[in-house]
């Protein structure tokens, strides 16, 4: 029985496991498309090379050009090998140089015969496959060649691996928006090519949520945007994504919840917003303002600006609005110990760019402990004469006993220092040998 009941044990995880890796098998990807790899052979000029070692221990050769100017100046490169075919042997080495810069790019043993490689030629071919007229070609050099010994380099190829990356951006060719009902619209989408599309929406162009298609690429498609509120003008943008990672998006397209089909407007034009926002905080008496400052906009015919505000951890609603040439605000409605924060959008019309950056304000606690600015400001001056006149009775008072402590403290000390010194004297033995008239007493006794 245990036995059974072990093996049934073992059925059921094997079953569980194979139902994770089917639900793993059918997850939908988003892997792009490959690119088509070309692989290219270019002979050098000339293919072949003989050296001899007599009498030459560094031997160099001529010109070893690759005309390399049928690939792409665009194209990406995944790979570059240099071989060739050794005839002869020697025990020597040869040094492959760059031409232009005689730095050698690697060193191969000429012990045996046979076809020879390198791949450190990669770098260097890249350079000439993008900048064609650093193309001065490479230089084969052998050293140590013995007297007899003849080398021949045959069959010199450079073999490349390259894919041209796609760069053209997708184009979006039919974008209809429906409302489903009130709160619910169907995007429908068409684009030349497959793509990932994604949909950002609010009620401004500000864009406060996002949507996402399906994770395949496709060149058709629908969007469906939710939660929307009735009768409410929103603001949307659509992004198209390639598989080589080329997006194109839209101008901010506008249109209003309600019943049917509509074409939402397109904006070609967007806005752009304000690319600073600093904030100066002001002391003002017993409160404190916040000055504020924004950059224009680069977008020409702007209608305004508009600045939002929150508290604390609130939410940002719109606070002021302002002409095309105002780029100050002084904020003086605020609390003390109170967090504010502040972004400026600019507008056209009905198209609004996106947010600046944020500055948050934190006002601190107000430093006016006694309030005697703002008593005057109530009108309660006679109160504030008052307190004025007690604070300085009691620092008159104050002083005034320090001063007879003061006072009483050095007439002690100088009792008790003439005391002192008079028993001083007394010890004296001039006091005993000269005379009283002799003495110091005299001079301590005033």
Do not use: C
Request: a negative charge.
């Amino acid at each position: 029985m245990r036995k059974l009941f072990n093996a049934l044990a073992i059925v059921i995880l094997l079953s569980q496991f194979n139902l994770i890796a089917n639900a793993q098998e059918i997850e939908p990807t988003a892997t792009p498309a490959p690119e088509e790899i070309v692989n290219k052979e270019v002979r050098s000029t000339p293919a072949d090379i003989l050296v001899s070692g007599a009498n030459k221990s560094n031997q160099l050769s001529g010109e070893i050009i690759a005309d390399l100017t049928e690939i792409p100046q665009s194209a990406e490169i995944l790979d570059v090998e240099l071989t060739f075919d050794q005839t002869g042997t020697s025990e020597g080495i040869l040094k492959l140089l760059n031409k232009r810069s005689f730095s050698i790019i690697d060193s191969i043993s000429l012990g045996r015969e046979g076809v020879k490689s390198t791949t450190r030629i990669d770098t260097t071919v890249k350079e000439w496959i993008t900048s064609p007229e650093k193309n001065f070609g490479l230089v084969f050099q052998t050293s140590e060649l013995g007297a007899d010994n003849e080398v021949n380099f045959s069959n010199i190829t450079f073999k490349i691996e390259y894919y041209l990356p796609d760069r053209t951006t997708p184009e979006i060719t039919k974008l209809e928006i429906k409302t489903i009902d009130a709160f619910t619209v169907k995007v429908t989408w068409e684009t030349n090519e497959p793509v990932l599309v994604t949909a950002k929406f609010g009620k401004t162009s500000n864009y406060d949520k996002e949507v996402t298609g399906e994770v395949e690429y496709k060149d058709t498609g629908v969007v469906l945007l939710t939660g929307l509120s009735e009768n409410i003008t929103y603001h949307m943008k659509f992004f198209a994504k390639d598989s080589s990672g080329n997006t194109t998006e839209t101008g901010n397209t506008i249109f209003t919840t309600n019943s049917g089909t509509t074409s939402g407007t397109t904006e070609n034009e967007s806005v752009l917003a304000p690319r600073l926002l600093n904030y100066e905080l002001i002391p003002d008496r017993n409160h404190y303002n916040v000055e504020l400052a924004w950059s224009k906009s680069e977008s020409t015919n702007i209608t305004g600006y508009v600045l939002f505000r929150n508290i604390g951890d609130g939410e940002y609603s719109e606070y002021s609005r302002f002409d095309s040439v105002v780029t100050r605000y002084t904020d003086t409605k605020l609390e003390s110990d109170t967090t504010y924060s502040y972004y400026v959008i600019a507008y056209s019309g009905t198209v609004q760019s996106s947010r600046s950056p944020v500055v948050q304000v934190k006002v601190p606690v107000s430093a006016n402990i006694l309030g005697i600015d703002s008593m005057f400001e109530r009108g309660n001056s006679n109160l504030a004469v008052f307190f004025i006149l007690s604070g300085f009775a009691i620092l008159s008072g104050v002083s005034y006993f320090m001063w007879k402590k003061v006072k009483l403290n050095m007439a002690y000390n100088e009792k008790i220092n003439r005391h002192s010194r008079l028993h001083n004297v007394l010890h004296d033995p001039d006091y005993y040998i000269n005379g009283y008239e002799d003495s110091v007493i005299e001079k301590v006794s005033d």
